[in-house]
């Protein structure tokens, strides 16, 4: 993405009519048809950010040049118990990792939750977390990969916006020094928490299907979203711009997920298609090529609706992945000069 394109900030969101009525304590029924999308309130100097871990572990010194840049905003940093636990892979035991995000959930003085990694973990204890305070409180929830899990099940359950963005891991060292893609996809989390409307743009690509909508965005890991059908945690994609990304896998196991969300009926009626970077694709083993590129696969899914599709979004497992506010109304605009997400 040319940087000059990045993000536009011209205008500060205002609260909503919905907004006002749950930061007065009423409540939202619990459905994936809220007719207006919710943000939690934007964040201003002094604000508290917490720090967790529902999925992967991370060492506390890991993520202090997050805390470094976030407290360079003006936000306050309070870590997690979370942070530093270990129990092989996890961040802590479910137990551990159940109580410390409960917690946050319930603190009101909290404002935003930031996952420390990805990895995996979250889905494992995703049904025993209590929403009902985050409900009538809600506050920004922060990451990519894993946290896919909990950006889809509140959108599905409350219709409360979430930010799908870089984590601590993701934070360089030193910002100064940093490569302006990078400096610049930290920032968007700065401009999406302190409420910018955001606008992003793509270069064009020759396989796009051109076009314009309008409607909720929502997605994120295309094998945590897969994974998610039949559950709780299902996504709802019915009128909706749906994004997706993905790292390290076959691209059998690509056309499998697509086909799933096909199966499903979750590409059916959808505003638009968002598809972002699809990275680090295992190779075939010798003699049993798939033979299908990630276009081939798009397509065939996509082939008997009409809606916008776009590819290389700067969005995923990658330096160019800027912040999201998933649950937000956006239009989608597909041209032969390149493609526009606009808040």
């Known amino acids: ?41 934007y964040l201003k100097p002094g604000d508290i950010i917490s720090i967790t871990c529902p999925a992967g572990y991370i060492q506390r010194e890991e993520i202090q040049p997050a805390i470094r840049i976030m407290e360079s905003w003006g936000f306050n940093i309070r870590i997690g118990k979370a942070v530093g636990a270990r129990d092989f892979s996890f961040g802590g035991t479910d137990a551990e990792r159940l109580a410390d995000l409960q ?4 603190d ?3 404002k935003a939750i930031m996952c420390g990694r990805g990895g995996y973990g979250t889905a494992r204890i995703i049904d025993q977390l209590n ?19 909990l950006h889809c099940h509140i959108n599905r359950h409350f219709g409360i916006a979430s930010l799908h963005s870089k984590m601590c891991n993701s934070f360089p060292d030193e910002f100064s020094k940093a490569e302006p893609i990078v400096q610049d996809t930290i920032m968007s989390i700065y401009q999406a928490l302190t409420g910018k409307k955001m606008q992003y743009s793509a270069p064009p690509d020759a396989q796009n299907r051109k076009g314009k909508a309008r409607g909720v965005i929502i997605g994120g890991n295309l094998s945590i979203i897969q994974s998610m059908c039949g559950t709780n945690s299902e996504i709802d994609t019915n009128g909706k711009i749906l994004f997706l990304e993905e790292v390290g896998e076959y691209l059998y196991s690509l056309d499998r997920m697509l086909g799933t ?22 190779p075939d083993d010798p003699g049993e090529e798939f033979g299908r590129t990630v276009y081939d696969m798009v397509f065939e899914k996509v082939k008997n609706t009409s809606f916008p599709v776009c590819f290389n979004f700067p969005v995923g497992h990658q330096k160019n992945n800027y912040a999201l506010k998933c649950g937000m109304m956006h239009t989608l605009n597909v041209t032969d000069n390149g493609t526009t997400l606009a808040e």
């Open 1 to 41: 993405m040319n940087r000059k394109h990045f993000l536009s900030s011209l205008i500060t969101s205002g609260v909503a009519l919905s907004s006002l009525k749950t930061l007065a304590g009423i409540d939202l029924p619990a459905s994936s048809d809220v007719e207006k999308p919710l943000a939690p309130p």
């Open 103 to 106: 917690a946050m959930l319930d």
């Open 108 to 110: 009101d003085n909290i």
């Open 131 to 149: 929403f009902s305070r985050f409900r009538r409180k809600p506050k920004w929830i922060i990451g990519f990969s894993d946290a896919t899990v």
């Open 261 to 282: 969300l096909q199966r499903s009926h979750k590409l059916d009626n959808l505003a638009g298609l968002v598809i972002g970077g699809f990275n680090r694709i295992k």
